[in-house]
């Protein structure tokens, strides 16, 4: 299965200033997870929604924040963005109560 | 704290050649550990999902295993190909929303033709 997409591919953003990445989910995943992917690292779990509530949080401050809508489609939002935020972001669906996670393509985010 | 160690960070082997890839977990208590292939710039594409009753799973040319009680996993490929160059990452999942997964670092694998 695949069909989770993200926008937009590239962003390029000042420290301080806010951003908003977008997901889209397969159809039928009603769960969405967030991960940041430094260069060079592994992902990292920043939260997961599920029924447009936050259901988990990894080690990430509050200014890290997210929505999801009732189409299952999701946002993550940055607020005073800072240089170790430059990552790829990768948005992943599942169905809550099952185990794969289906990632999007990700966003890379240049924060200068 | 759950922590994910892969080994060797690179990997370059001629084509053809069969090969390994390993991973350890420091928390034994896990719900499953996935195989993940990633393409420079790219998502994450699952090749694997080994469920923690289980002990290894197969698909095409790859196989991995599973040692929970050593928090050890191993991804074979069989008879490379240069479209095999990529990045593998392993994770794990500890079950419970509030974790999501907890990945390695990753092999950065290439095939030479």
């Known amino acids: 299965e695949t069909g989770v997409t993200q926008s937009p591919t590239h962003l390029i953003k000042t420290r301080g200033q806010q951003v908003t990445l977008r997901c889209s989910s397969q159809?039928?995943?009603?769960?969405v997870s967030w991960y940041q992917q430094a260069l060079g690292q592994g992902p990292q779990f920043i939260f997961q929604?599920?029924?447009?509530?936050?259901?988990g949080r990894g080690n990430f401050p509050p200014r890290f924040s997210g929505l999801q809508f009732p189409n299952y489609s999701s946002e993550l939002n940055v607020n005073a963005l800072e240089l170790d935020d430059s990552a790829l972001y990768l948005c992943?669906?599942?169905?809550?109560?099952?185990?794969?996670?289906?990632f999007g393509p990700g966003t890379r985010l240049t924060v200068l | 704290k759950q922590e994910v160690t892969q080994i060797p960070a690179a990997l370059s082997v001629p084509e053809g050649e069969n090969l390994v890839l390993n991973c350890s977990f420091t928390?034994?208590?896990?719900?499953?550990l996935q195989w993940f292939r990633q393409d420079p710039g790219k998502g994450l594409t699952s090749l694997l999902l080994?469920?923690?009753?289980?002990r290894e799973q197969t698909s095409g040319r790859l196989n991995a295993s599973l040692d929970k009680s050593s928090g050890r996993s191993t991804l074979y490929i069989a008879a490379s190909q240069p479209g095999d160059s990529a990045t593998y990452l392993c994770?794990?999942?500890?079950?419970?929303?509030?974790?999501?997964?907890?990945f390695g670092k990753g092999t950065h694998l290439i095939i030479q033709p």
């Open positions: 992943a669906s599942s169905k809550l109560g099952t185990d794969t996670q289906y």
């Open positions: 159809s039928g995943h009603n769960t």
């Open positions: 929604y599920y029924r447009e509530e936050e259901n």
């Open positions: 928390d034994s208590a896990i719900y499953n």
């Open positions: 080994i469920q923690s009753s289980q």
């Open positions: 994770a794990v999942y500890s079950g419970g929303g509030a974790d999501g997964l907890t």
